[in-house]
């Protein structure tokens, strides 16, 4: 069974000060790994796909990382305008004819000016 | 920039009811999708459809509900008999290709059973 587990929790930070939130997992061959931004009683906004183990992207403040067990995603000079649950899930290549993903729980972010 | 719209953005129903959840997905994408989210709890996968079937179902998915495309625009979620546990916010997403690329979220439906 395709498992995402997301660290930590919650997490609080001072506007500008770095961070990084991980999301490890184990799924029957990785076909991509997702980040989500979600706000309160919104629905998730995609941020990145991620394929390969070493495969960098980035997006404003935002960059992901993946190798073969996890997913980071790093936060630079966070603003508070960043507070948000980011959300992590992988979409496995075999047993999914579906082409599903599979969601963490996410970290929910707090960045104080 | 293209999204996917749903509506209602909130429904309260009295168990037993049935409620019709309806999507809009991105004009050219032909691979849609319902998740679910319970408050304070993970988004799960309902179902996926594609070229009129179903693709695939979670277990969640039982004989209550139902997807269909009435139409070239519309993807609807029916719940025939609701339960106070099917209250959740419900996503819609689409994707125009399934294994690769960006798959997209509406804003959800917030279902409240009484």
């Known amino acids: 069974e395709d498992q995402v587990t997301q660290s930590p929790e919650a997490l609080r930070l001072q506007e500008g000060e770095s961070s990084s939130l991980n999301c490890s997992y184990t799924?029957?061959?990785?076909?991509?790994l997702f980040w989500y931004r979600q706000d309160p009683g919104k629905g998730p906004e995609f941020l990145f796909t991620?394929?390969?183990a070493g495969e960098e992207k980035e997006k404003e403040r935002l960059k992901a990382t993946l190798t073969k067990k996890e997913s980071f995603l790093h936060i630079t000079a966070p603003k508070p305008e960043d507070s948000a649950t980011y959300l992590c899930?992988?979409?496995?290549?075999?047993?999914?004819?579906?082409?599903?993903?599979?969601f963490g729980g996410g970290t929910r972010l707090m960045v104080k000016p | 920039e293209p999204e996917v719209t749903q509506t209602p953005s909130h429904q309260v129903t009295q168990m037993g009811q049935e409620v019709i959840l309806r999507c809009v997905p991105i004009?050219?994408?032909?691979?849609f999708y319902w998740y679910r989210q319970i408050l304070g709890q993970k988004v799960e996968f309902l179902v996926s459809?594609?070229?009129?079937?179903?693709?695939?179902k979670s277990e969640i998915f039982d004989d209550q509900f139902s997807v269909e495309r009435p139409d070239g625009s519309n993807f609807t979620l029916k719940i025939r008999s609701t339960k106070l546990e099917d209250s959740a916010m419900y996503f819609c997403?689409?994707?125009?290709?399934?294994?690769?690329?960006?798959?997209?979220f509406g804003e959800g439906s917030r279902l409240t059973v009484l």
């Open positions: 997403a689409s994707r125009g290709t399934p294994t690769t690329g960006e798959l997209f």
């Open positions: 799924v029957s061959g990785l076909r991509g």
């Open positions: 991620l394929y390969s």
């Open positions: 899930a992988v979409q496995a290549h075999f047993n999914n004819a579906g082409n599903m993903l599979t």
């Open positions: 004009s050219n994408h032909l691979y």
């Open positions: 459809f594609y070229n009129n079937e179903i693709s695939e």
